[in-house]
């Protein structure tokens, strides 16, 4: 059982549609961030939340950590073939420095 | 450099051969992580550094993976006797602080252990 739990774990969509993807624990985090991940290379932070409740933007992509810190979600609104990838949720723990990392969706967006 | 740099990008290693791979952290970076990915999968945690010490290992799978970063920069994941259970990315990753501005990953190193 991962720490983090993601889910959906595929998603396959078309462009234009929304989506949300979900990111679970029985843990707190002292922070929590989404990485998103293309094929050959390496995750690319997309985000950093830290307060209970907290939300951001991102252009048509929003972010939400839980008023817990237990649980986050990202919300993609009229999803395009860019946004296709495989998005990781991952946290710290208290005064950790360690990220933790959910088992990632896999997003497929079709034109 | 401007980002995190790991050599070799791709490695095949016979069971029983030995492999280092290399991280070159972004300058200035106190933090630096190992992490293994399996094929579709997040990255799982495999040992950290801050400067040259080594602050947790608990991630290392057996007794045949070992790290060092000896003078504080460049960092050397070091597999003896590969497995071909071993086969996965290995990615590193370097930080000023992973709590608030998160990691700067490399592009990985793909082992694939015949």
């Known amino acids: 059982t991962q720490l983090l739990e993601q889910s959906p774990q595929f998603l396959s969509i078309q462009e234009g549609e929304n989506l949300t993807v979900y990111c679970n624990s029985s843990?707190?985090?002292?922070?929590l961030q989404w990485y998103r991940q293309e094929p050959g290379e390496g995750p690319v932070l997309l985000v950093t939340v830290v307060t209970g409740g907290e939300v951001k933007k991102l252009k048509r992509l929003t972010f939400q950590f839980g008023d817990a810190r237990k649980d986050s979600s990202l919300h993609i609104t009229a999803a395009q073939p860019g946004d296709t990838g495989l998005y990781l949720c991952?946290?710290?723990?208290?005064?950790?420095?360690?990220?933790?990392f959910g088992g990632g969706t896999r997003l497929m967006v079709k034109p | 450099g401007a980002g995190v740099s790991q050599s070799p990008r791709y490695k095949v290693a016979k069971r029983g051969q030995d492999v280092a791979l290399r991280c070159d952290p972004i300058s200035g970076h106190v933090s630096l992580f190992w992490y293994q990915q399996a094929l579709g999968q997040g990255p799982e945690f495999l040992t950290y550094?801050?400067?040259?010490?080594?602050?947790?290992k608990s991630g290392l799978p057996s007794d045949r993976f070992f790290a060092e970063r000896p003078e504080g920069s460049v960092s050397t994941l070091k597999i003896q006797r590969t497995q071909q259970e071993d086969s996965a990315v290995y990615l590193c990753a370097s930080s000023t602080g992973p709590r608030l501005y998160g990691y700067t990953f490399g592009s990985g190193t793909r082992l694939t252990v015949v």
């Open positions: 550094f801050q400067n040259e010490a080594q602050l947790d």
């Open positions: 843990s707190v985090f002292s922070s």
């Open positions: 991952a946290g710290v723990r208290n005064a950790g420095n360690m990220l933790t």
